[in-house]
């Protein structure tokens, strides 16, 4: 099983910005894919960044040119990189990271961390 703890989130005015981090440990797991949701007071769960292993990264529409997300393989820590931040930013963000171990392919969520953006 691989765990996830999260850190970064917090209280910040609009156009300002936040640092989130993911830490993964576990034993004998090699990382596929890493990234970041949100979830928004009262609406769904949406993706804001993702990154696999090959290098490809995407990202939601809301947070292009605004938001980065990177990784540190060595740590096995993903990185979100948030700028100019919007009161619509506000949400609790959630670490997702898809993983195996042997030939089996599992997902594992953070805690959340709660982001909130003051007008």
């Known amino acids: 099983q691989v765990r996830l703890v999260e850190s970064g989130g917090g209280l910040v005015q609009a156009g300002g910005s936040l640092r989130l981090s993911c830490a993964a440990s576990?034993?004998?797991?090699?990382?596929?894919?890493m990234g970041w949701y949100r979830q928004p007071p009262g609406k769904q769960r949406e993706l804001v960044a993702a990154?696999?292993?090959?290098?490809?990264?995407m990202y939601g529409d809301s947070v292009k040119g605004r938001f980065t997300i990177s990784r540190d393989n060595a740590k096995n820590t993903v990185y979100l990189q948030m700028n100019s931040l919007k009161p619509e930013d506000t949400a609790v963000y959630y670490c997702?990271?898809?993983?195996?171990?042997?030939?089996?392919?599992?997902?594992?969520w953070g805690q959340g961390t709660q982001v909130t953006v003051s007008s």
């Open positions: 997702n990271v898809k993983y195996v171990i042997g030939l089996t392919e599992y997902s594992a």
């Open positions: 576990g034993s004998r797991f090699s990382i596929n894919a």
């Open positions: 990154n696999t292993s090959g290098g490809s990264t």
